[in-house]
C-alpha cells in the first residue's frame, strides 16, 4: 500500500508566501510524475504543476511566475513554493503521484488527503 502525507497549508495575506510538502511512502518501486492539482468551491479540479523523475516541468499559466514545483527523489517527496499569493488561489490543494508498487509490480496514480490554502486579508 500507498500512503501520501500532505502539510503546509494555511491562512495567508495577500502577496504572503506557502510551501506545500507531500511525502510517499509504502510499497513503492519507482515513482514517476509527482503533481498539485486544486479544486476551489464549485470548481473542478485543475492542474497547478507537475514535474517528472527527470526534472521536468509543467505549470499552469494562472500560477506561472509566481509557483514552483520541485521533488526530493531521496524523500519521495514534492513541494510548491507559493509566492505572491492572491484571493483566487484559495482552493484545496492535492498532490498526485503516479507510481510503480514494488509488490505486485503494478503502477497507478494515488491522491494526497488535499490541505486548505486561504487567501484572505
Known amino acids: 500500500q500507498v500512503q501520501l502525507v500532505e502539510s503546509g497549508g494555511g491562512l495567508v495575506q495577500p502577496g504572503g508566501s506557502l510551501r506545500l510538502s507531500c511525502a510517499?511512502?509504502?510499497?513503492?518501486?519507482?515513482?514517476?510524475?509527482?503533481?498539485?492539482?486544486?479544486?476551489?468551491?464549485?470548481?473542478?479540479r485543475e492542474l497547478v504543476a507537475t514535474?517528472?523523475?527527470?526534472?521536468?516541468?509543467?505549470?499552469?499559466?494562472?500560477?506561472k511566475g509566481r509557483f514552483t514545483i520541485s521533488r526530493d527523489n531521496a524523500k519521495n517527496s514534492v513541494y510548491l513554493q507559493m509566492n505572491s499569493l492572491k484571493p483566487e488561489d484559495t482552493a484545496v490543494y492535492y498532490c498526485n503521484v503516479e507510481?510503480?508498487?514494488?509488490?505486485?509490480?503494478?503502477?497507478?496514480?494515488?491522491w494526497g488527503q488535499g490541505t486548505q490554502v486561504t487567501v484572505s486579508s
Open 24 to 44: 510517499a511512502s509504502g510499497s513503492i518501486f519507482r515513482i514517476n510524475t509527482m503533481g498539485w492539482y486544486r479544486q476551489a468551491p464549485g470548481e473542478q
Open 99 to 110: 507510481l510503480v508498487e514494488l509488490i505486485p509490480r503494478s503502477s497507478g496514480s494515488y
Open 51 to 63: 514535474i517528472t523523475s527527470g526534472g521536468s516541468t509543467v505549470t499552469a499559466n494562472s500560477v
